[in-house]
């Protein structure tokens, strides 16, 4: 018997359609946090955040305002930004991070292939590095992550037309990195 999905906001009363839309997109948030952090263990450690906070944010998705995946992607980098600052914060405290759960070698030979894979984007991404933060993020999620203009705008939670704009000025800008335009693919 084939059940009709209710999308995200569905979760909540049902685990079997959870677990289809885990299914569905693990790869592509994997492959997201891979683009941005280098480690293994980190990146399988966010994938899990990635979904425990889709449970608790699922009642947030609307379908008008962008696709699963826009939505997803934005998830995914509030959570790559708290993971990012929790790690300041650590440092400050303490010179070593402890706590981390451990993989086994086939986990940690899966999760450095898609790293390895997703070298040549951490490039592209840490040459728009001196992007100011919209333009940065919102040309990260097109050009890098593959999301349209309108569904960055949904993920960033800005309108379409300031989307237009800062893309505008980021492909503007990008233009003067040497080889960024070539790593990300092009920005026309």
């Keep these: 018997m084939r059940r009709e999905q209710t999308g995200p906001a569905g979760f909540a009363r049902d685990p079997d359609e959870f677990e289809a839309f885990y299914r569905r997109h693990v790869d592509a948030v994997t492959r997201f946090l891979a683009r941005r952090v280098d480690d293994p263990h980190t990146v399988a450690d966010l994938t899990a955040e990635v979904f425990l906070a889709v449970l608790d944010s699922a009642h947030t998705y609307r379908p008008d305002r962008g696709s699963e995946i826009a939505w997803l992607y934005g998830v995914a980098r509030n959570t790559v930004l708290a993971q990012r600052r929790r790690t300041a914060r650590e440092l400050r405290a303490t010179s070593r991070i402890a706590g981390r759960r ?63 704009v800062r893309l505008h000025r980021a492909r503007r800008q990008v233009q003067r990195f040497p080889g960024v335009v070539e790593m990300i693919g092009g920005t026309k």
């Design 102 to 164: 451990l993989l086994d070698a086939d986990d940690i030979a899966r999760l450095e292939e898609r790293i390895d894979a997703e070298s040549p984007a951490r490039l592209a991404l840490e040459a728009m590095a001196d992007l100011p933060d919209g333009e940065r993020a919102l040309l990260e999620l097109v050009a890098v992550d593959g999301l349209s203009p309108a569904e960055a705008a949904a993920a960033l939670g800005i309108r379409q037309g300031t989307a237009r």
